[in-house]
């Protein structure tokens, strides 16, 4: 018997399957074609802006609104590349695909959040710092407290648009995602706390500030001008004050006096804590000069208040504190200034004439003469500066991260802003410095300004020498007396104290107190590795440790004070450290040494 013949309809049924079977397959590829097309689009573009970051701080830094301007239009470009690239339709149906769909649905989302801060913040502060820079900080003597004030609103819009941002991005779930994508959100996520950060103290500072300027009713303004030849923790003795009275902008300096118009006291002129009194002696609340002997600015403007009252019968509404550091910055707003005998003051040998010069040439009335005729110029050639608001904030950037400008208000509400800005004082900014952060203070034991002659190096060091392997840090300062051998024997009183107060003429005597981390104790100080007697205390909240040395000209010591950490994990210490003449250099990084 013959084969029966193949049913014709089911072999053509067949191959329609096949070919739908096979056309869903070219699809699927084509797909997977075009969205992996995509996510290399969005990768690329990604990259790219995660690398315009220190772009747009090098050029907020230099005041550079041509480059920043540039920098805002290529994250534009990007962000808008990258949004338009993961809004693709067959992104989203791939977004349902087991494992991969929820990494694409990471980065869909942190795409479409960087396309709101485009809109929302990029675009709105470039516009404002170039409304900023068009403008003049300073007319005719007065700060122009309505351009300051103008920067609040957008600034505030800004920080709410990075607050909202931040929660979507931050609650992406991590679990799941490729280690490449889960990376890239907290990279995300990092870069917006730090740039959300910055525009809220902005927002905030702006929106005090025309109040502290007099806005709405005169404010009178106590200005201490620290001297960083003869150190103390908040950087140097406060010798001369000059009182401003601002109102509506305009401000005039009312009067000026020197520490020898004050009288010292027996007893504190306001309470200081015991833990204070313990590191530093009972010098804080008697003398005027030791008002920042203290770390904490808070007291410090208090009893600069208090002190002030005594003298002149009215107290400050705000307490500003600056170093000669912060008066050379302003130079690049000022132009040079012609002193009193004729000579220009300039940039270069700043130093040499305004903190040492005046202490080895002239008497104690001729210094007071030449620092007040000194602030008085400077005072001018401030208010009648035609710098811009970049200039200013680019002059001063380096003093403010240093901590050489610090303020205090007695309006709660302003009070409350300056706690969380870098203005808030010694103490505040170890507290903002997060929890691996230590802060190395330095007060001058001389009373005299030898301190031009001190050297600083500064290094700390991590690891264990404990059966409980808890981390110890130790934290390594290095003192040397760079004064010549002959200083004790020529160099004049004001300079070297004329070992009026127990150290030898041309030594240098320094109290040197390292803070730790909260919850932190303490594990010993040592001098040139041999152990010393150290005041161990908690003050302000931190664990302190502090001892003391003195140098003859050329002798060098090396002060290790260690502190143990509460419980297990890695450290990577940070250090701060009162704000000195020289910047300190960097002490080589060691192995912790046990034994």
Same mark, same amino acid.
């Given at each position: ?6 049913d ?9 399957v ?9 699809i ?9 097309s ?6 690329d ?12 701080e ?34 989203r ?16 989302v ?26 003049e &900080? *300073?007319?005719?003597g !007065?700060?122009? $407290?309505?351009? +300051? /004030? @103008? ?6 819009? %800004? ?8 929660s ?8 799941? &995602? *490729?280690?490449e994508? !889960?990376?890239? $959100?907290d990279d +995300? /996520? @990092? ?5 959300g950060? %910055?525009?809220?103290?902005?927002a905030?500072l ?11 009713e ?14 103390r ?31 010292r ?17 009972d ?11 203290t770390?904490?600015?808070?007291l ?43 000579k ?22 001729e ?5 007040q005729?000194?602030t ?24 403010i ?8 208000s007695?309006?709660?509400r302003e ?10 004082g010694?103490?505040?900014r ?9 802060m ?15 050297r ?28 010549p ?47 010393v ?23 060098s ?9 509460p419980e297990l994990?890695?450290?990577s ?13 960097e ?9």
């Open positions: 018997m013959g084969q029966a013949s193949p014709p309809t089911r072999r053509r049924r067949r191959r329609i096949g070919w739908t079977v096979a056309g869903l397959l070219v699927l590829v084509g797909v997977g074609v075009w969205v992996t995509r996510v290399l689009v969005v990768r573009e990604l990259a790219g802006v995660a690398q315009l970051q220190q772009r747009a090098r050029a907020l830094e230099d005041g550079d609104v041509a480059t920043l301007g540039d920098v805002v239009s290529e994250f534009d470009r990007r962000v808008d590349a990258a949004q338009a690239a993961a809004s693709d339709p067959f992104w149906a791939a977004e349902t695909v087991p494992g991969l769909g929820q990494n694409l649905h990471a980065a869909r942190v795409t479409t959040q960087l396309h709101r801060i485009a809109l929302d913040v990029a675009d709105p502060v470039l516009a404002l710092t170039e409304q900023l820079t068009a403008g &900080l *300073l007319s005719d !007065a700060i122009d $407290v309505a351009l +300051v /004030s @103008s920067a609040a609103a957008p600034l505030d819009e %800004a920080r709410t648009t990075l607050r909202d941002v931040q979507v991005v931050d609650g992406i779930p991590r679990d799941g &995602l *490729l280690g994508v !889960a990376s890239g $959100v +995300v /996520s @990092s870069m917006l706390s730090s740039v950060s %910055a525009v809220s103290g902005l905030d702006s929106d005090v500030l025309p109040g502290m300027l007099g806005s709405d005169p404010r009178r303004i106590l200005v201490m001008l620290q001297n960083n030849a003869e150190l923790s908040g950087g140097g003795i406060t010798g001369s004050f000059a009182e401003l009275v601002a109102d509506g902008g305009k401000i005039e300096l009312t009067r000026q006096a020197d520490s020898s118009e004050f009288r006291t027996k007893t504190e002129i306001l309470p200081v804590p015991a833990s204070t009194t313990a590191l530093y002696g010098i804080v609340g008697r003398y005027v000069q030791n008002t920042t002997t770390p904490d600015f808070d410090s403007a208090r009893l600069a208040s208090t002190w002030w009252e005594g003298l002149t019968g009215h107290r400050p509404d705000v307490v500003v504190s600056i170093d000669p550091l912060v008066l050379r910055a302003l130079l690049a707003v000022t132009g040079p200034i012609t002193l009193e005998d004729g220009v003051l300039e940039r270069d040998g700043f130093i040499s004439r305004v903190l040492i010069a005046p202490y080895l040439h002239r008497e104690p009335k210094q007071t003469v030449f620092f005729d000194l008085d110029r400077f005072f001018r050639s401030v208010l009648s500066s035609s710098a811009p608001p970049s200039a200013w904030i680019t002059a001063l950037r380096a003093p991260d240093q901590g050489r400008i610090s303020v205090w007695d309006d709660e009070a409350e802003v300056i706690a969380r800005s870098p203005f808030a010694a103490l505040e170890h507290r903002q410095a997060g929890d691996d952060a230590f190395v203070y330095l007060n001058d034991a001389t009373g005299a300004k030898m301190d031009s002659s001190l600083v190096e500064l290094g700390a060091v991590a690891g264990s020498c404990r059966a409980d392997e808890r981390t110890e840090v130790a934290v390594q300062v290095r003192l040397t007396n760079d004064a051998a002959d200083a004790g024997e020529k160099w004049p009183f004001s300079m070297t104290g004329s070992g009026r107060w127990g150290v030898t003429a041309g030594h240098i005597a320094t109290a040197i107190a390292v803070a730790a981390p909260a919850g932190w104790f303490p594990g010993g100080t040592t001098v040139d590795a041999e152990r007697v150290s005041v161990d205390v908690e003050d302000g909240g931190f664990p302190t440790s502090a001892t003391e040395v003195e140098l003859a000209p050329g002798e010591a090396l002060i290790e004070v260690r502190f143990v950490a994990g890695e450290v210490p940070r250090l701060l450290h009162t704000p000195l003449l020289f910047p300190p250099d002490l080589p990084v060691r192995e912790l040494a046990c034994g």
